[in-house]
T-cell receptor
Framework: DAKTTQPPSMDCAEGRAANLPCNHS???????VYWYRQIHSQGPQYIIH???NNETNEMASLIITEDRKSSTLILPHATLRDTAVYYC?????????????FGQGTILTVHP | NAGVTQTPKFQVLKTGQSMTLQCAQD?????MYWYRQDPGMGLRLIYY???????DKGEVPNGYNVSRLNKREFSLRLESAAPSQTSVYFC???????????FGPGTRLTVL
């Protein structure tokens, strides 16, 4: 699985958009970009994933660059409850193994 | 629909004691996983089970055993606990469509 690089921490004002970047320059053609988050003391929670097209769901949007070497997770209107560690994970999708490799992630702090 | 449940929530053991961490999911998923998370670090895979009746080692299997009792339940056993096994343990199950993992609330284990 490709390695990812994320900033260790970011701040965001409540109500503003939070844009979390992720670099994955060694990504292969069959690897997906996944985002999970972990709110303090809880189990990780799936947010969104994509292959090459931009994706949107009720939680967030995922923008993947055309060369697929980087991506951005966007939380359109951040709330205090979005304060968490955000993990960008790159892996081959739908394999029987399905292993997720968690790095250090980005600590997002949303402040009033 | 409870999702993924884990018992116990907290446990303190003495070095050399044994215990079993229980995990169950009610989403009819085939694949299940055990991760550990040490302070300030991402999750690391201990063991996984791609389907009922099969188990395989992950990144850090030493000191652990697992049992996939049936499709719902996947247990993790520490035969002789060591202080290095002090950690938070998360169980997860995997949905095929979309390909995501659902995590339990975790078991916080301290080995003295």
């Amino acid at each position: 699985d490709a390695k990812t690089t994320q900033p260790p921490s970011m701040d965001c004002a409540e109500g503003r958009a939070a844009n979390l970047p992720c670099n994955h320059s060694t990504i292969s053609g069959n690897e997906y970009v996944y985002w999970y988050r972990q709110i303090h003391s809880q189990g990780p929670q799936y947010i969104i994933h994509g292959l090459k097209n931009n994706e949107t769901n009720e939680m967030a949007s995922l923008i993947i660059t055309e060369d697929r070497k980087s991506s951005t997770l966007i939380l359109p209107h951040a709330t205090l409850r979005d304060t968490a560690v955000y993990y960008c994970i790159v892996r081959v999708g739908s394999t029987s193994y399905g292993k997720l490799t968690f790095g250090q992630g980005t600590i997002l702090t949303v402040h009033p | 629909n409870a999702g993924v449940t884990q018992t116990p929530k907290f446990q303190v053991l003495k070095t050399g004691q044994s215990m079993t961490l229980q995990c169950a999911q009610d989403m009819n998923h085939n694949s299940m996983y055990w991760y550990r998370q040490d302070p300030g670090m991402g999750l690391r895979l201990i063991y996984y089970s791609a389907s009922e009746g099969t188990t395989d080692k992950g990144e850090v299997p030493n000191g652990y055993n697992v049992s996939r009792l049936n499709k719902r339940e996947f247990s993790l056993r520490l035969e002789s606990a060591a202080p290095s096994q002090t950690s938070v343990y998360f169980c997860a199950s995997r949905s095929g469509v979309p390909d995501t993992q659902y995590f339990g609330p975790g078991t916080r284990l301290t080995v003295l």
